[in-house]
Every structure is written in structure tokens, then in C-alpha cells.
């Protein structure tokens, strides 16, 4: 299996950007499509992005489209969400998850694995 770690959250204002980090460590990181999701409170855990094994092919939320860009680095071992013109609504917990299903889907119940999350602020 594989374990995987969040990092770069924090605090932003509003119209600024954040990179998060998911580092994966255990199995080959090669071999899994990976996502991005968060959780606000009281709201259903939802997929803004996902990314097939190569990179080559990627999805997105149309609530980010345009703003956030997702992509990984499998001689790093690491994903990456690079999230700009931040709004209050992006406010939530970001997770990172892999799926074995190798494609870049945005369901997440297809995924096996996740990390903890990083809490990502946006403030007015």
C-alpha cells in the first residue's frame, strides 16, 4: 500500500494562492492515479482534482477550472495542487488519495488510499 502526507496549507487572503504538497511514500508511486478533494464543514467530502499515473491526462471540479492546477512528480515520489485566485468558498480540508484504478476519476469512493489533510484558509 502506500502512505501519503498533505502539506502547504494555511492561511491566505482572498485572490491569493497556495501549493500543496502530497508526498507518497510504501509502493510505487507510478502506479496509482491520484486525486485532490476537500471537506468543508457541515459539506460532503468532493473532488476538485485528479490526475492519471503518467499526468498525462487530468479532471477538475468546474468550480476550479482555470484556477487550480494539478500535477505530479513520480521521480519525486509527490503531487502537487497549486491553487490560485482563492476565494472564501475554497475554504476546507484538503486530502490527497491514490486509487489503484489508474484512471483520474473523481468519484471518491473509487479511491484506496488517503493522507490526513491540510486545513487551507481563505479569508475576506
Known amino acids: 500500500q502506500v502512505q501519503l502526507e498533505e502539506s502547504g496549507g494555511g492561511l491566505v487572503q482572498v485572490g491569493g494562492s497556495l501549493r500543496l504538497s502530497c508526498a507518497a511514500s510504501?509502493?510505487?508511486?507510478?502506479?496509482?492515479?491520484m486525486g485532490w478533494f476537500r471537506q468543508a464543514p457541515g459539506k460532503e467530502r468532493e473532488c476538485v482534482a485528479a490526475?492519471?499515473?503518467?499526468?498525462?491526462?487530468?479532471s477538475y471540479a468546474d468550480s476550479v477550472k482555470g484556477r487550480f492546477t494539478i500535477s505530479r512528480d513520480n521521480a519525486k515520489n509527490t503531487m502537487y495542487l497549486q491553487m490560485n485566485g482563492l476565494k472564501p468558498e475554497d475554504t476546507a480540508v484538503y486530502y490527497c488519495?491514490?486509487?489503484?484504478?489508474?484512471?483520474?476519476?473523481?468519484?471518491?469512493?473509487?479511491?484506496?488510499?488517503w493522507g490526513q489533510g491540510t486545513q487551507v484558509t481563505v479569508s475576506s
Open positions: 488519495a491514490a486509487t489503484n484504478g489508474g484512471f483520474a476519476t473523481m468519484y471518491p469512493y473509487l479511491y484506496d488510499y
Open positions: 510504501g509502493r510505487t508511486f507510478s502506479r496509482y492515479a
Open positions: 490526475i492519471s499515473k503518467s499526468g498525462g491526462a487530468t
